[in-house]
C-alpha cells in the first residue's frame, strides 16, 4: 500500500463522514438561526427555548435519516473490506 492509496482512502472516508453528518448540521443551524430570530424579536432570552426545540429537531432527523446515513457507512465499509481482501 502506497502513499497514494492511503491518501485516495482518507479522501473517501472525509467525503463519506461529510456526507452522513452534513444533513444534521444544517437542520441543527437552520432551527437555531430560526430560533434565535424569534428571540431577538420577541425579547425572550430563555435558554432552554434554544435548546429543546433543537434538540428535538435533531433527533427526528436521526430517526428519518439513519437508512441514508447507514448506507453511506456500508458502502465506504464494503469498499474498504474489498481493498483489504484483494491486498490493497
Same mark, same amino acid.
Given at each position: 500500500m502506497n502513499e497514494i492509496e492511503i491518501l485516495d482512502i482518507s479522501r473517501e472516508a472525509v467525503f463519506t463522514l461529510l456526507k452522513v453528518v452534513s444533513p444534521i448540521l444544517l437542520i441543527a443551524l437552520f432551527i437555531g438561526l430560526i430560533i434565535g430570530i424569534f428571540q431577538a424579536?420577541? &425579547? *425572550? &432570552?430563555? =435558554?432552554?427555548?434554544? #435548546? !429543546?426545540?433543537? *434538540?428535538?429537531? !435533531? #433527533? *427526528? =432527523?436521526? *430517526?428519518v435519516l439513519f437508512p441514508f446515513m447507514l448506507n453511506q457507512m456500508r458502502m465506504l465499509s464494503e469498499s474498504l473490506f474489498d481493498k483489504i481482501v484483494s491486498g490493497g
Open positions: 424579536l420577541t &425579547q *425572550i &432570552q430563555e =435558554m432552554t427555548l434554544a #435548546f !429543546v426545540p433543537k *434538540i428535538l429537531c !435533531v #433527533f *427526528i =432527523m436521526l *430517526i
